[in-house]
């Protein structure tokens, strides 16, 4: 079996390296009350592509901080009884997919929304307010702010559990039958909205962003989507006199430190030779997952299409 980071055997086991927060928990249900404040209010547009039988919309909602957020919406027109729904998150400094993408979900029978990520290539807006670089790297936004409040990807995780609950409240749609999915940065995400969404049912990521950053820093793969980390030692702690202190904030949006939380049951896809998301820190957050967990594992496959990935996950969201 070809191996980029560990053996297998060592993988199933690994419990990552990033540090905890001590008071991770506490600061996450404080950040969902003052998420969950706001409302499941949303505003849906006509949107400008539309076919046949399928009700397509732009739905923007508030997120925290006064943002607004913009997701794809798409459902039949014509509706029974209340049908599941899956939330779609896309890749890091990407848009949701196209509306005619998103079609497969809804002739199988879901109501779908994919939201776009704050600042990134969508139509969400990024509030900003705080110090340091933001011309580029979504993971180092807020950190020298020294509160993890700050952190633009709190405020993103805080996003797909308050679009997650909109969807759950819309009459259209069972509330006991919600899942999400989505790959890389879409990947990490769907985690952060199953660790925080108690009632989301399933979720399907796909080779996850987002966990045990100190991981990637010991493996020299400080590169492509993790390549901010980097430049944030070199521009502002050469000497790394800060390094447990910056590690310790990113712990507050590491996967691995909310996946307790989770009470979705959880398909992960997972690649062996990842070397943009590697192997072990997919691991770490998986290994912590709570309730129900499977791991779909391609040892030949890196960080890439997979071939049958999607036919996998709607099979696996059918079962809701």
Not at 82 to 87: D, F, G, I, Q, Y
Not at 164 to 173: D, H, K, S, T
Not at 271 to 296: E, H, R, V, W
């Amino acid at each position: 079996m070809p191996v980029l980071d560990m053996p297998l055997e060592k993988l199933k086991v690994f419990e990552g390296v990033n540090p905890r927060p001590a008071d991770i928990d506490a600061f996450w249900d404080a950040s969902i009350a003052e998420m969950e404040a706001l409302g499941t209010g949303y505003e849906l547009v006509p949107a400008d592509f539309s076919v046949p039988g399928v009700l397509c919309a732009d739905l923007y909602f508030t997120g925290v901080k006064g943002a607004r957020i913009h997701c794809k919406f798409l459902r039949p027109e014509k509706i029974d009884s209340p049908l599941p729904a899956v939330c779609v998150f896309h890749g890091y400094a990407g848009r949701s997919p196209s509306f005619f993408s998103l079609l497969s979900y809804v002739q199988a029978g879901f109501v779908v929304c994919a939201m776009d990520c704050r600042g990134q290539g969508g139509q969400s807006q990024d509030v900003g307010g705080v110090c340091g670089n933001t011309l580029h790297g979504h993971i180092i936004r807020g950190l020298d702010e020294n509160d993890p409040s700050k952190l633009l990807f709190r405020d993103m995780f805080l996003d797909t559990a308050q679009m997650a609950r909109i969807v759950m409240a819309m009459p259209e749609v069972d509330e006991a039958r919600v899942g999400a999915t989505g790959g890389s940065q879409g990947g990490g995400l769907t985690l952060a909205c199953a660790a925080l969404t108690p009632k989301l049912n399933r979720a399907a990521p796909q080779f996850p962003f987002l966990c045990d950053y100190k991981r990637v820093w010991d493996m020299d793969l400080d590169k492509a989507a993790y390549k901010e980390l980097r430049d944030y030692f070199r521009l502002y702690d050469a000497l790394h006199e800060r390094e447990e202190e910056v590690f310790t904030l990113l712990g507050y949006i590491d996967n691995q430190h909310i996946a307790h939380r989770t009470r979705a049951e959880v398909m992960m896809i997972t690649c062996l030779l990842d070397d943009i998301c590697p192997p072990s820190t997919q691991f770490a957050a998986y290994n912590k997952l709570g309730g129900k967990k499977s791991m779909l594992i391609y040892p030949d496959y890196g960080h890439e299409s997979i071939p049958d990935a999607d036919n996998r996950i709607v099979q696996f969201l059918l079962g809701m």
